[in-house]
């Protein structure tokens, strides 16, 4: 492995949704701003290969990499914050590291031997701990354990971390643990018991961390701070208050004034290469903070009672409507509860409308009625991925009078299959993994409102779809004012439509909502919300 790459490992207590991702990237975010190279990867407890076959309403969104892997949507939080890809290598899940293993013991690269946890899951697990860190491009590599500590599920990741400290070394090592410290509003008090005891759990793994990061909701006194370390075994100094933010945003700032990144180096004996102010994540913050215009938008989707299945296309928002100083009121509402009576009411106060990605039938007809409500009454419009779908559905239903026409997802047997599968999509009969995954090449028309947003005529944006615009019925809806503005060079695929007579009328195949950063808005939301600030001002 390689020797000039420190690691750090986070782990939480106590309880999930603590926001480890978060921290996480905020701390590699501070790292990143004093001149180190910095990557961050999770490693998620459960047994399916990725995230990608999980239902949003439980793990939500699925996030994709440029290489095309589902991932864990803390990926996402990881892009976002470092503005760095990151890759399949970056999310490993439980059952990846068995799949591998079992496919080694079939192989017979462990003949003879008896395959167990320890060490053969424990080594796999080591492996790739180390992987990224051994490419040599990385300073430091955070690695997130996904769960809480105690989890039965969790244990072999803990172990891992147990023996890395070994492969490591003392000073190319260390592990911050988060926790939370609740406060009782009964006694008016902070509890630290549960923090201890979790601590007490790792210990007994045998794992002493090395800093503690306490969320809570009301500054920690001094002595609460000494108690944790007294009991919990720390320095002083290391127990890092994490309070409660307006916006995730403002973390990284947080923790720099905690000193998260100041104690992170000394322990692992790193100097600093430069320390930039961050001036340009505060220059975002405060535009963020202070807007000058808002819009609402409404994001239409079935998904809707949990957003963090719409993840990347609630923070884009956020990432492109700072950069116009502009707050976007984004309102969720299920496709489920929209039908032709009830559009206006639903709709009207919108000043855009964006059509979210989705599978299946359900709730598809009330997108239908909306994608018809923005095209005819001129709302802005951003329909992405299946969003795009439905766009290029309802053109051929209600302009090209083709009633029936559908995506053969939803009606495999329409007369008209506007949206259809790919030959290569129909000899697959897996579903993990076998969509149309990761970046691919878009050329822009110039005259189209794709082209001055991006600037350019080549583009790569994320895909993660079966379903195909069918090119068999371009032709005509073309002649009828749908313009495929953006194509793949190589196999003529529509990746993005637009209507002529409208005034801000967008369908995208891909999904520009992942490759949005704080410091790279994406330039479709950008110009989409631009839109919408035009047609409030109207
Ligand atoms: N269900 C559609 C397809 O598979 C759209 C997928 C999506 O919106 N991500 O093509």
């Not at 399916?48 to 439980?58: A, H, K, M, Q, R």
């Not at 790919?422 to 005259?447: A, F, N, P, V």
């Amino acid at each position: 492995m390689a020797s000039s790459t420190k690691y750090i490992f986070i782990t939480g207590g106590v309880t999930s949704s603590l926001g480890k991702g978060i921290i996480a990237a905020s701390l590699g975010k501070l790292l990143q701003s004093r001149g180190f190279s910095v990557t961050i990867q999770k490693f998620d407890p459960y047994l399916n290969i990725d995230p990608g076959t999980l239902n949003p309403y439980e793990h939500g969104e699925c996030y994709v990499t440029d290489d095309g892997a589902e991932t864990d949507l803390d990926l996402g939080h990881y892009e976002r914050f470092l503005n760095i890809p990151t890759s399949q290598s970056n999310n490993i899940t439980t059952g990846r590291i068995y799949n591998n293993v079992i496919t080694k013991e079939r192989k017979g690269e462990f003949l003879g031997k008896t395959i167990q946890v320890i060490p053969h899951i424990t080594d796999e697990i080591k492996s790739n701990f180390y992987k990224l860190g051994e490419e040599g491009k990385y300073d430091v590599v955070i690695t997130e354990i996904g769960g809480c500590v105690g989890d039965i599920e969790s244990l072999p990741f803990i172990e891992a971390v147990r023996q890395a400290r070994w492969d490591l070394g003392p000073n190319n090592f260390l592990v911050i643990h988060l926790t939370l410290i609740p406060y009782l509003k009964a006694a008016k008090e902070l509890k630290t018991k549960p923090t201890q005891h979790s601590v007490k759990q790792l210990l007994e793994a045998g794992i002493q961390p090395d800093i503690l990061v306490c969320r809570t909701e009301h500054h920690l006194p001094q002595d609460v701070k000494k108690k944790l370390a007294l009991f919990c075994n720390v320095q002083l100094n290391s127990v890092i208050e994490a309070m409660d933010a307006e916006t995730i945003y403002d973390v990284p700032l947080l923790m720099k004034k905690e000193k998260l990144d100041e104690r992170v180096m000394t322990k692992l004996k790193l100097s600093s290469k430069h320390n930039t102010e961050l001036e340009n994540w505060k220059d975002f913050l405060g535009k963020l903070k202070n807007p000058t215009q808002e819009v609402t938008i409404g994001l239409i989707g079935k998904y809707v009672s949990l957003p963090d299945s719409y993840k990347s296309i609630i923070e884009s928002f956020v990432h492109a409507g700072a950069s116009i100083e502009c707050h976007v009121n984004l309102k969720l509402i299920s496709s489920e509860e929209i039908h032709n009576d009830n559009l206006k009411q639903k709709l009207n106060e919108l000043d855009g409308i964006l059509v979210a990605p989705g599978f299946g039938e359900r709730g598809f007809e009330g997108k239908i009625e909306t994608v018809k409500y923005a095209r005819e009454n001129n709302i802005p419009f951003f329909g992405i991925c299946l969003g795009m779908q439905v766009a290029v559905i309802e053109f051929a239903r209600n302009v090209l009078n083709l009633k029936d026409a559908n995506s053969t997802e939803m009606n495999p047997e329409t007369a008209h299959p506007v949206i259809a599968l790919m030959e290569e999509q129909k000899r697959i009969d897996q579903m993990g993994g076998t969509m149309r995954l990761g970046s691919y090449t878009c050329e822009l028309k110039r005259s189209s409102k794709a082209y001055s947003a991006y600037g350019k005529t080549k583009i790569q944006e994320r895909h993660r779809h079966r379903y195909e615009f069918n090119n068999d019925f371009l032709k005509e809806i073309e002649e009828a004012g749908m313009i495929a503005t953006g194509k793949n060079p190589e196999t003529g695929l529509v990746e993005i439509v637009e209507i002529k007579n409208h005034p801000w009328f967008v369908g995208v195949q891909f999904h520009p909502e992942y490759k949005s950063t704080v410091l790279n808005p994406q330039p479709l939301f950008v110009k989409f919300i631009q839109a919408a600030i035009d047609k409030k001002l109207k």
